[in-house]
């Protein structure tokens, strides 16, 4: 009996110690979330060739710190930001959509407070001096039937020397010439790297844009790709078919830094 007894207190042990160390995983795991690094997918292909559909991001809080929209459901624990620091151009953001504070965008930070945003055939100006781009090589992407579809894309040299890849798939699009916009204090201009497939701060209506985008919105910096899967919609990864994971899989793209 003695033994019996014995047994049953360290099978109690044993499962207290595992639900301690859930439970302590559980809190690290939301403690990381919420103050740290969340984690995003790609929706669309707004920021191509620089995040694809079916990427997966961590998201740095801590890069300029915390608002209302840092925490779950947005709770309004305090107004503004605290342990602040500005976005630098160049920056690829995930802020809180200003129209209606919930809807989760990813962007690339073009303008700061006060400047003056333009785009002239396809040029970007800021502040009247135009944006150095130069031709790369075409993005390529391969539709379902085989059929080879190549995109021109260019690099572009922001003022404080950030490098990225944009798209310029038609010539005279719907946001090609548009501006100039002024940047109010406390907001920035955003705009995707697919230029002629996004909706960004060049779109000002109130009811479908983006428009102008608060300091307080912004939730965090992209910082790294940890997972990424060539997939046609968001969530669309064949968890049932794990026959096919190794070649729906981009191995390429992960641990790649977001720039």
Do not use: C
Not at 81 to 89: C, F, G, Q, S, T
Not at 107 to 132: H, Q
Not at 202 to 227: C, K
């Amino acid at each position: 009996m003695a033994l019996d007894s014995e047994t049953k207190k360290a099978s109690e042990g044993g499962w207290r110690d595992i639900v301690t160390i859930f439970v302590h995983a559980l809190i690290i795991a939301f403690v990381v979330r919420v103050f740290l690094y969340q984690p995003f997918n790609i929706p669309s292909g707004s920021m191509q060739s620089t995040l694809l559909i079916g990427d997966y991001l961590f998201v740095s809080k801590l890069s300029y710190g915390y608002s209302r929209y840092s925490f779950p459901f947005g709770l309004n624990l305090f107004s503004g930001r605290v342990l602040d620091a500005e976005p630098k151009r160049g920056d690829v953001v995930v802020f809180k959509l200003p129209r209606d504070n919930s809807t989760d965008y990813i962007k690339r930070v073009i303008g700061l407070p006060g400047d003056e945003i333009s785009v002239r055939r396809s040029i970007l100006f800021i502040n009247g001096r135009e944006v150095p781009r130069r031709r790369v090589s075409d993005f390529v992407q391969i539709e379902e039937n085989g059929r080879e579809v190549r995109t021109p894309r260019y690099e572009e040299t922001l003022p404080n020397g950030a490098k990225y890849n944009v798209l310029d798939a038609k010539q005279n699009g719907e946001f090609d010439d548009v501006g100039p916009y002024k940047v109010p204090a406390g907001h920035y201009f955003m705009m995707g790297d697919n230029r002629d497939n996004s909706t960004d701060s060049r779109e000002q209506s109130p009811r479908y844009g983006v428009g102008y985008v608060p300091y307080e919105n912004l939730v965090g910096r992209a910082d790294i790709i940890f997972f990424s899967a060539a997939v046609d919609e968001p969530d669309a990864f064949r968890l049932t078919s794990p026959w096919t994971w190794p070649f729906d899989i981009r191995w390429r793209r992960i641990f790649n830094i977001v720039r």
